[in-house]
């Protein structure tokens, strides 16, 4: 999971909006409030929307390509 700030500081509003998006994944699962839960739930509902609107990254790319270039990313997220 990459570091909020690192990503955000990236400047790449896709990488911002995965780690928050998977900041706020783990925090649900660390939360006992329910109504923190619902808002959490909430944001990242909210964070989903905007990562479909943005531009598909691999459109063009073939798919082994873009496959790989995943699993790259997946050891070095930042």
Partial sequence: MARVAD????GDKRKA???LRDDA???IEATESAR???ALINGILKIMD???ALPDPD???NPVQAARERARNRGNPS
């Fill in 59 to 61: 459109a063009g790319k």
């Fill in 25 to 27: 994944a783990a925090t």
């Fill in 36 to 38: 923190d839960k619902a």
């Fill in 50 to 52: 905007r990562l479909d």
């Fill in 17 to 19: 909006l995965l780690a």
């Fill in 7 to 10: 990503a955000v500081q990236s």
